[in-house]
């Protein structure tokens, strides 16, 4: 994917494909991208055709909206955009039987229990629980960079939470898109942006 460099109210291009074979570049002022990412999440119904355009597209270039803002500042917003997905996706499955979630979140609890997590992940009713393990995800796959601009860490999850996700949109609406799914179109978005390089990083996928 090529992404052009833009700064101010100069537009940004991405290039990227739509639906596998369609060679498409967009161009767009930074506003007019992110009125592009609200229009999206507020259609109602979820598509492949919209899932391919936000992350092929819209996504990269909030991305090169935000290079004006310092590395840790970037990152923060990068953390607190993942955290937004991962706590909806993880809370879509925390709902439902064990029996009906995909493997690689059952490799995942794996790791968990492996690296003494056990006791934290789960609620004292015995579900997992969808902000420990989003605060968990996060820390195995970012830790290194977190404490590399000396952020706090995510040990206390209450603050975690209301840092990341309490102010953040983007788990409701989200979750919202997701109900609106089939449980095996749910399955399937962990192979695409933003879940698949986090859920290759824990080698889960």
């Not at 690689?104 to 003494?116: P, Q, R, S, V």
């Not at 997590?117 to 290194?144: C, F, N």
């Not at 749910?186 to 990083?201: C, E, M, Q, S, T």
Request: aromatic share 14%.
């Amino acid at each position: 994917m090529k992404k052009g460099q833009s700064k101010g109210k100069k537009p940004i291009k991405v290039t990227g494909f739509l639906a596998d074979d369609i060679d498409l570049t967009i161009s767009a002022t930074p506003n007019e991208w992110i009125k592009l990412d609200r229009y999206i999440h507020d259609l109602k119904k979820m598509e492949p055709l919209k899932y391919d355009l936000y992350y092929s597209f819209i996504w990269p270039a909030l991305e090169q909206c935000q290079r004006k803002k310092s590395e840790k500042q970037l990152f923060t917003d990068r953390l607190k955009f993942r955290a937004g997905y991962l706590y909806a996706f993880l809370s879509y499955w925390c709902k439902k039987p064990l029996k009906e979630w995909p493997e690689y979140l059952n490799k995942l609890i794996t790791i968990a229990e492996k690296d003494g997590y056990a006791e934290y992940i789960k609620t004292i009713r015995g579900r997992y629980d969808p902000k420990e393990l989003t605060a968990y995800i996060l820390e195995k796959v970012y830790g290194k960079d977190r404490r590399k601009y000396r952020i706090k860490s995510f040990e206390n999850i209450d603050n975690f939470y209301i840092t990341y996700i309490h102010d953040n949109k983007r788990p409701a609406r989200q979750l919202k898109t997701l109900k609106l799914l089939q449980p095996a179109e749910v399955k399937l978005l962990a192979y695409k942006a933003p879940y698949n390089d986090i859920f290759n990083a824990l080698k889960i996928i």
